[in-house]
């Protein structure tokens, strides 16, 4: 079962919802903390479930919900402005800031990560950039779990043309055959990761969980064994986007991969 995740503190969620009921083909079948659950009748694997907590905290609802996959309907806010729809995995480098555990990465379905990216950016009409974040903030869940977002002010949460977007991208991805891809994890760049964008759009590759170069220093060996443990399917190699870091920070980088026997390649050897 795929849960489709909007929480009542959110305007992004209560947006995308509202088209999901007024557009898509969803019956009340449940309730789940006292809010309505809908079901999508041409798929009954699909749900739409309403939470009383923001996003970030619903910690562990993969012990309240038995789904295989959580696709949350987010806001997403920017010191800059940026109107975005945007995706990215879930978890933390460092501590929890904003939800989830220290030092902890949640489960991470790359396939489906590429194929609602695609979607997006298919379906993207507006002047809005389409985005592949780094992973960041919580909740934690053992399930794999992906944030889907609009940013990244008030103005662009309650933009009903954007809300349509994130709806129908949701909608044609979750019902349709997933196509299964080999699968790299990222290290180095922005945290807006173009390298993976790049890799989405012009290699056979997916993409799963991506540290960015401002977490290179908190970065240990642990972290590394659970980007790939954490991922779906399992990833064939790390892929360092080079000129982002210098020679030292690279230098400590391959060592843990070394260490770890994990395999990696710069990141022009994917495009050659």
């Not at 729809?85 to 030092?103: K, Q, T, V, Y």
């Not at 949701?170 to 055959?177: F, M």
């Amino acid at each position: 079962m795929i849960a489709i995740i909007t929480s009542k503190k959110c305007p992004v969620g209560i947006n995308v919802s509202s088209i999901f009921l007024d557009s898509y083909n969803f019956k009340e079948t449940e309730n789940f903390e006292d809010n309505p659950v809908y079901t999508l009748n041409e798929n009954k694997d699909i749900k739409l479930y309403t939470i009383n907590e923001l996003h970030i905290n619903a910690e562990n609802l993969h012990k309240k919900i038995k789904a295989d996959l959580f696709l949350f309907v987010s806001t997403h806010r920017s010191k800059k402005q940026v109107n975005s729809l945007s995706i990215h995995p879930i978890g933390n480098w460092n501590d929890a800031r904003l939800g989830g555990l220290p030092n902890k990465l949640v489960p991470v379905n790359s396939n489906y990560l590429k194929e609602l990216f695609l979607e997006l950016e298919k379906n993207n009409n507006l002047d809005y950039e389409t985005i592949i974040e780094s992973t960041h903030h919580g909740p934690y869940n053992e399930k794999p779990c992906l944030f889907i977002e609009i940013g990244s002010s008030e103005k662009q949460w309650q933009d009903k043309k954007a809300g349509e977007i994130i709806a129908k991208t949701v909608i044609n991805t979750l019902t349709k055959k997933i196509n299964s891809y080999k699968n790299v994890v990222i290290f180095g760049g922005t945290h807006y990761n173009y390298l993976a964008i790049k890799i989405l759009k012009q290699s056979n590759y997916s993409i799963s969980h991506i540290c960015p170069k401002y977490n290179m220093e908190s970065l240990s060996e642990n972290l590394i064994k659970q980007s790939f443990e954490k991922s779906i399917p399992k990833p064939e190699f790390a892929v360092i986007e080079w000129k982002s870091m210098n020679a030292e920070q690279r230098n400590e980088l391959i060592q843990k991969f070394d260490s770890l026997k994990i395999k990696y390649k710069k990141d022009k050897e994917l495009f050659n």
